[in-house]
């Protein structure tokens, strides 16, 4: 499609390679169902069994409506590129995707702090773990979180909207994103780019900070226990946890390296690592938690045998 080359462009337009399409489209689908079904039982269980209802498995139904979210915000539209070609979308519903995506990203994020939280408490502070976190103080906990990703997101779309978007309108990549949209104007940027480092530093890097700092106590209260028993069994419980910051961090920050500095990378090597931080936390955190969690392990283990029995 012709680039429009006048100011108030009313679309925009995402476009990859032909001969890419359909293999790229496999492990994009194959990742998006695995996560809706993965997290959708995952609530199911948890809303559905009272001895699921602690602390622990609150942040993980959190956790997990974070991750039905994120990728449903991408993948779709991606989908209707690959196989459609359908790859037009307006400027409101490109910012709207913007707004959704770094919304549940952060607030991801913030999930995954407060569940550092969880643990910590469930180590250092075992006999008053209920008494502490509350449901009232979870629910508060909730809503923070909500209306600390909406406060830092929302600039966003007034940035966006004082933009005239005279440039290409053929975005490399199949997701909206701020960065990448803000370039296809024709105006200076360079408050759009400092916000989004502003935002970065103030969620993600920040985060990931609060995170260490939990785990150094963590540690320090796990190695000062005399049974080596009771210190594997201090370091299983947030093993899971463990595994999912990684999973989070690690593709994002990837992918922000090779952007920066893998110019000679081919783009839709670009665009699958991009999209890997959207769809392999939502894609494996319901596994990794079903496997090491034993709890959770059994109520699936219930539910299917009950599917299998009633078939």
């Known amino acids: 499609m012709a680039a429009l080359n006048h100011t108030g462009v009313s679309h925009t337009v995402f476009q990859l390679t032909e001969d890419q399409h359909m293999w790229i489209s496999i492990p994009f689908l194959i990742s998006y169902v ?36 994120l990728p449903s915000c991408t993948v779709p539209q991606a989908l209707a ?21 770094s919304f549940t990203f952060v607030s991801e994020s913030g999930i995954l702090v407060v569940m550092a939280f969880d643990c910590y408490i469930a ?11 509350t449901p009232a103080l979870i629910g508060k906990i909730g809503v923070t979180l909500c209306l600390r990703s909406y406060c830092i997101v929302f600039p966003i779309i007034f940035l966006l909207r004082r933009l005239t978007f ?17 370039h296809a104007s024709c105006n200076d940027i360079r408050v759009n780019i400092w916000y989004g480092i502003f935002v970065l530093v103030s969620t993600v890097v920040l985060d990931i900070v609060l995170i260490f700092i939990s785990y150094v106590l ?75 969690t034993k709890q959770i392990r059994d109520q699936v283990a219930h539910v299917l045998f009950t599917m299998q029995k009633g078939m």
Not at 123 to 131: A, D, E, G, K, V
Request: include cysteine.
């Open 34 to 69: 695995v996560a809706l079904l993965g997290n959708s039982l995952l609530i199911g269980i948890i809303l559905t069994r009272r001895s699921l209802q602690e602390p622990m498995y609150l942040f993980l139904y959190m956790l997990a409506g974070a991750d039905l979210v």
């Open 81 to 101: 590129i690959f196989w459609f070609h359908a790859g037009e979308i307006s400027l409101d519903c490109c910012i709207t995707q913007v707004f959704f995506l």
């Open 123 to 133: 180590i250092c502070y075992l006999l008053r773990y209920t008494t502490i976190l």
């Open 166 to 182: 005279c440039k290409s309108n053929i975005l490399p990549n199949t997701t909206c994103k701020h960065i990448i949209l803000a």
């Open 218 to 292: 963590i540690l320090r209260a796990v190695f000062r226990i005399p049974s080596r028993a009771a210190r594997h069994k201090a370091l299983n419980t947030c093993g899971s946890h463990i595994c999912v910051i990684v999973l989070f961090y690690a593709p994002g920050i990837f992918s922000v390296l090779t952007q920066r500095f893998g110019h000679h990378i081919s783009p839709h090597v670009h665009v699958l690592l991009a999209s890997a931080y959207n769809l392999a936390p939502p894609m494996m955190n319901p596994i990794i938690y079903g496997i090491k």
